[in-house]
């Protein structure tokens, strides 16, 4: 069964960190390329970054460059996103995607997609 399980979100205050994992069963989550999006209540689904398959190459959306990033642990069949400096903006329901091509943001380019994670950034 292909499944994409993410974890790692919840409440942390202003300024601080968090890491997200998103662990893939049911097929190689190297052979596919990663994305993490977000949506907030009253808000569209936002892509937030990507990361190919085959050379790294990654994407960034422009609010949390220098601030997120990326990576993937082939070994683990797992992909993350660490998030620095967090921001009250940043709080959204978080959910992580595969798909074939990449990197983008597009969800249309994504076939699996995880059930997704709170992130809430308050004080």
């Known amino acids: 069964q292909v499944q994409l399980v993410e974890s790692g979100g919840g409440l942390v205050q202003p300024g601080g960190s968090l890491r997200l994992s998103c662990a893939a069963s049911g097929f190689t989550l190297g052979d596919y390329a990663a994305g993490w999006f977000r949506q907030a209540p009253g808000k569209e689904r936002e892509g937030v970054s990507s990361i190919s398959s085959s050379d790294g190459s990654k994407y960034y959306t422009h609010s949390v460059k220098g601030r997120f990033t990326i990576s993937r642990d082939n070994a683990k069949n797992t992909v993350y996103l660490q998030m620095n400096s967090l921001k009250p903006e940043d709080s959204a329901v978080y959910y992580c995607?595969?798909?074939?091509?990449?990197?983008?943001?597009?969800?249309?380019?994504?076939?699996?997609w995880g059930q997704g994670t709170q992130v809430t950034v308050s004080s």
């Open positions: 995607a595969a798909g074939m091509y990449g990197p983008t943001t597009n969800p249309k380019e994504y076939d699996y």
